[in-house]
Structure formats: C-alpha cells, structure tokens
C-alpha cells in the first residue's frame, strides 16, 4: 500500500506545464503523473472492484436517453466517492490540486471533479466522441490516468486523440495522464488484447 497518510502535492513546474500545453494545443500527457506505489493500489482498487461486481456496463448518453450500447463503447465502471479508501482519496486530492491551478492560470471557473474507474475487457472500444454533452457544458477539461503495468505498445488498447487533422495514439501505460478540453479534443479508445485499467474523470465548471 502506498503511504498515503501525507498529502502528496504536485510539482509547481508540471503544473506550469500542463497549464501551458491547455493553453497552446488543447491537451497535455505526462508519464509517471502519480508515484508508482500509488498507481500499484489504484489498480489493485479497480482489480477487487471488478472481483466485487461493483464495475458495471458503461452507458452512452445521460439521463432517461443512456443506453448500453456495446458497439459504440465496451468499458464497465464505477463511479468514486470521498473516503471508499485511502488510495482513491489520495488521488481525489491530487486532482483537486490541479483543479485548483487550472483555476488560478485559465479563469475556467471549474467547480468539482467526478471519476470513474474503467475497466475495458480485450477487445472491447470506445468509438470516436467527444467529453462534453449537447444538454451539458459543464465538463471543461477531461483527464484520464491509465493503471496498467507493463503495457506493451503491440497489445493496443491506445487513447486515439484528433488534435487536428492528424490522429495521434497514446498507449494507456501505468501512471500516464492525458488531459485535454471536453468540448474541443474528438478522442477514441482502440481495442486491446489484453484488460486495460484506467480512472477516466472531468473537471467541471458551475452550472
């Protein structure tokens, strides 16, 4: 278990960083974002909730209109809460230390942020989309943290974001963040073959 009794605080200069790539192109990745213990427990968290049957199918859309639609996305989730346990809560603050500096550098107003484990299965994907919903602009920026130890980049499974007109991959290895803007970064996740773990979240600004 990582020793997530201290909270862990963000380097200033990664802050900059991400708060600059936002700024210039819409989106930022950084390796080894969170300590390799703690990416170790997040897993493991996600690994029991699945053995639980606390994940569920993930649904497309919001509200009465959310189906599962397996052909469009093949992830199964469960949404964290304050104080399930140390290792969620650790991360919880973390990126509430980064809510905090988006908010002192962009004026994006963000308010909270809201998380979910995924788990995708080998083979499964989720079709080309964008974070934010037609009813609801209150998603601003997305982030995903990948939890998968010793990902080869031969077993697929990569973020496909369109920055512009050229696609780029981002293979989803344990302790790498993406973030980016829900509303402007169209984004795919390809299959895999093998089970691809990640927290996948949404800073939000007020309604």
């Not at 988006?102 to 079709?127: C, I, K, T, V």
């Amino acid at each position: 278990m990582a020793n997530t009794s201290e909270t862990l605080l963000l380097d200033h200069t990664l802050l900059t960083t991400i708060v600059d790539d936002l700024a210039e192109k819409g989106w930022s990745q950084h390796d080894r974002f969170i300590p390799q213990a703690l990416t170790h427990d997040l897993a493991a968290e996600c690994q029991q909730r699945a053995a639980d049957g606390r994940l569920a199918p993930a649904a497309v859309g919001r509200g009465a209109t959310a189906q599962v639609r397996e052909g469009v996305r093949g992830d199964s989730i469960q949404w964290l809460e304050q104080g399930e346990g140390a290792a969620t809560d650790a991360y919880l603050a973390l990126m509430d230390q980064l809510r905090q500096a988006l908010n002192q550098a962009l004026y994006l107003g963000l308010d909270d942020f809201e998380s979910h484990f995924a788990l995708y299965p080998p083979g499964a994907f989720y079709q080309r989309h964008v974070d934010r919903f037609r009813d609801d602009d209150r998603r601003t920026v997305s982030a995903v943290l990948y939890l998968n130890d010793g990902w080869l980049a031969e077993q697929g499974g990569a973020l496909r974001i369109y920055p512009g007109e050229t696609a780029l991959d981002v293979a989803p290895m344990g302790g790498r963040l993406v973030i980016f803007m829900s509303g402007e970064m169209p984004h795919e996740v390809l299959p895999a073959t093998r089970e691809r773990l990640s927290l996948t979240g949404w800073f939000r600004r007020r309604a």
